[in-house]
């Protein structure tokens, strides 16, 4: 039996030296930093760009469809253009697909939440991600993520029967939204 476990135990140390990981060098992280950041950019001014054409063409209402139906979209072609992949997540999703699913994300949001700051992490397999805090930084936000007053009706019932499990209101300018998250490759 306490061979059995020493076995084991050498095993188990063995399989743990392989698969060890060297953490970034502090250049390495200012560099994914850096790079995370222009990613994050280009993805959120493609968003907003495209949300503010949609809504000058057709009020928020119509915002609210385009972004249930492009907004996917439009990361996912970010995400080629960089050769990465990125999404947005937050505890008060509106799109079920961007809730905090994983453990590392979960540990990332409440960094977020503490630190307000951009961070990159290592995982134990050799995996980066890079986290920036979404913020509510623009009075247009509110007009669908704010509180039921600064939310138009019309703009409210298909906020409800485009997203029926919608968190993502209640928001005030200046508020933390969600985070975005970057896989990149150390390559």
Known sequence: MKKSILF?????????????QTPLSNDEKVNFVALGD??????????????????????????????????????????NEFKVFISRLSDRNRNTNNAIATEIDSL??????????????????????????????MPTCIKCHGSELDIAESTQKIIKEKYPNDKAVGYKLGDLRGMWKIKMSKT
């Not at 084991?8 to 060890?20: G, R, V, W």
């Not at 503010?52 to 492009?70: E, H, K, P, R």
């Not at 960094?111 to 509510?136: D, L, M, N, R, W």
Request: with cysteine; proline share 1%.
């Open 8 to 20: 084991l135990a050498i095993i188990a140390a063995l399989a743990s030296c392989n698969s060890k």
């Open 108 to 137: 990332a949001w409440q960094k977020i939440k503490s630190e307000k700051a951009s961070f990159v992490e290592k995982t134990s397999s050799g995996e980066i991600y890079f986290y920036k805090p979404i913020s509510i930084a």
């Open 38 to 79: 222009s990613i994050s950019a280009a993805a959120q001014k493609l968003l907003l760009q495209n949300v503010s054409s949609a809504i000058q063409q057709g009020g928020t209402g119509y915002a609210v469809d385009f972004c249930n139906t492009n907004a996917m979209t439009l990361t996912d072609s970010a995400a």
